[in-house]
């Protein structure tokens, strides 16, 4: 088992930065990779960064240029640094790691863009 809990969502204007962790405990030994998936408003869950212990990263197209995926190994945490937000990026945040096919969620962060 794999627990997951994120913090550093919040309200920012657009053109704003967050950043925000996830710290992951428990069988982390095991863990093939990590990353963010986000929810709008109405909407289905989508992708926007993930990693794997081997180093390759993924991004959906929106967030390329704006957003950075990194990782801390000492300290068992993901981070999710985005840059220039927009309003579209509102959308609750969740971290999720995956061991083969089986993936692990927290309990999801707010981030919400003003215009």
């Known amino acids: 088992q794999v627990q997951l809990v994120e913090s550093g969502g919040g309200l920012v204007q657009a053109g704003g930065s967050l950043r925000l962790s996830c710290v992951a405990s428990?069988?982390?030994?095991?863990?093939?990779?990590m990353g963010w998936y986000r929810q709008p408003p109405g909407k289905q869950r989508e992708l926007v960064a993930t990693f794997t212990t081997t180093g390759s990263t993924n991004y959906a197209d929106s967030v390329k240029g704006r957003f950075t995926i990194s990782r801390d190994n000492a300290r068992n945490t993901a981070y999710l640094q985005m840059n220039s937000l927009k309003p579209e990026d509102t959308a609750v945040y969740y971290c999720?790691?995956?061991?083969?096919?089986?993936?692990?969620w927290g309990q999801g962060t707010q981030v919400t863009v003003s215009s």
């Open positions: 428990g069988s982390i030994g095991n863990i093939n990779g």
């Open positions: 999720t790691a995956w061991v083969l096919v089986w993936h692990y």
